[in-house]
């Protein structure tokens, strides 16, 4: 076999959420920091992600994380996410997947009870501490970039539901942040299509209608995601983050929960040190905690943690022929939805 191209991937998901790590054959990606990197894939070459992320060697579900030598001197590893959309700067699930691989392969020296990770990403540096034993990375914990509320209570025009409030966000990406009741249903696993599909018709009206970037990192831009909320009896957040082209999170989603907590605790209904439980749509949880208080470029910002679990599940390699008239992928709507006519 005669292929251009092989990369070899360690299957890893984090409480459902499927995330990837390319472990081996990742070309070199110019730029002097990963959020440069990050660009350099979304402007210049996206030809990695797409022989990633879309078909015939991969599909919708999931992401694919870059594992890349740490910019700053500071980091273990750095990484950044690749999903069928876009590369992304941060995820909490990836983070957690990233880990986890990165302690369960022996790339990092596990050590017992606790080892620290520290993750270099575009959206800033994150401190992985991972609970482990009889060599296994049992769960990890989160130390996310800052938060912080872009803007509250945004009133956007939708054709189906009216006027619909939401909170604008930064958790490591932009969210728009909805009640999913405005919408007429609730987070269940039987109501996901519904869920995604009002998603994706919201984050093409917020990007269309407001623009929003990162005030110290102009690669970051754009709302990323679409996630509804809801609370249960308990106090539990139930979260449904929706994306591109048209699926659900499986897991409770890091940096949106992170982001959600930013409007909590700009709404004086938490503290530093409190604890709170968010849960996905097929019922795994994170424990989601308020670190601190901080600021970015002079706005309120907070420090989120966030805690949860990852598994490695397979191992496998993909290789491109040299000769194959499909090397840039392609996705199509019978499985992709209507948004995969935007894929060129």
């Known amino acids: 076999m005669r292929w251009k191209r092989t990369i070899q991937l360690l299957d890893v998901h984090c409480e459902g959420e499927i995330g990837k790590v390319a472990i081996g054959g990742v070309p070199k990606i110019p730029g002097n920091s990963i959020a440069e990197q990050l660009n350099h894939i979304n402007t210049v070459d996206d ?19 870059l594992l890349l030598p740490p910019k700053r001197p500071e980091a273990d590893a750095g990484f950044i996410i690749l999903q ?9 699930s990836n983070s957690i997947c990233v880990t986890t691989a990165l302690l369960e392969s022996g790339m990092i020296e ?39 509320v872009q803007e509250l209570d945004v009133e956007v025009g939708t054709p189906e539901w009216g006027r619909i409030k939401l909170d604008l966000c930064f958790g490591g990406v932009f969210y728009a942040l909805v009640d999913v009741r405005q919408i007429g249903t609730t987070i269940e696993k039987a109501n996901a299509r519904r869920i995604v599909e009002a998603g994706m018709a919201l984050k093409d009206i917020v990007n269309r209608t407001i623009p ?11 709302v990323a995601y679409v996630m509804f909320r809801d609370t249960e009896e308990d106090g539990t957040v139930r979260t449904c983050t929706t994306m591109w082209p048209g699926r ?8 949106g929960s ?9 709404r004086g209904l938490v503290k530093v040190g409190d604890r709170l ?22 706005r309120p910002a907070i420090i989120p943690t966030i805690s949860g679990r990852g598994w490695t599940f397979g191992l496998h390699q993909v290789a491109l022929d040299p000769f194959d008239p499909l090397a840039e992928g392609f996705a199509l709507t019978d499985t992709w939805g209507p948004q995969a006519g935007e894929i060129r």
Not at 119 to 148: I, Q, Y
Not at 212 to 222: D, F, L, N, T
Not at 248 to 255: A, F, N
């Open 277 to 298: 439980k968010s849960r996905s749509i097929i019922g795994s949880e994170f424990e989601v905690g308020l670190e601190g208080v901080t600021t970015v470029a002079g």
């Open 248 to 255: 659900v999170d499986r897991s409770p989603c890091g940096t």
């Open 212 to 222: 929003v970037a990162h005030p110290e990192i102009p690669e970051i831009k754009g």
């Open 84 to 92: 069928a959309d876009q590369a992304h700067a941060m995820s909490g």
């Open 110 to 148: 596990m050590k017992e009870p606790e080892t620290v990770v520290m993750l270099d990403t575009a959206a800033g540096l994150v401190k992985a501490t991972a609970t482990c034993r009889d060599g296994r990375c049992e769960r990890v914990k989160l130390t996310m970039v800052p938060s912080f």
């Open 258 to 266: 992170s982001a959600n907590l930013a409007t909590l605790h700009a």
């Open 47 to 65: 030809s990695l992600r797409r022989f990633l992320c879309l078909e015939p060697r991969s599909g919708s579900i999931g992401s694919v994380n």
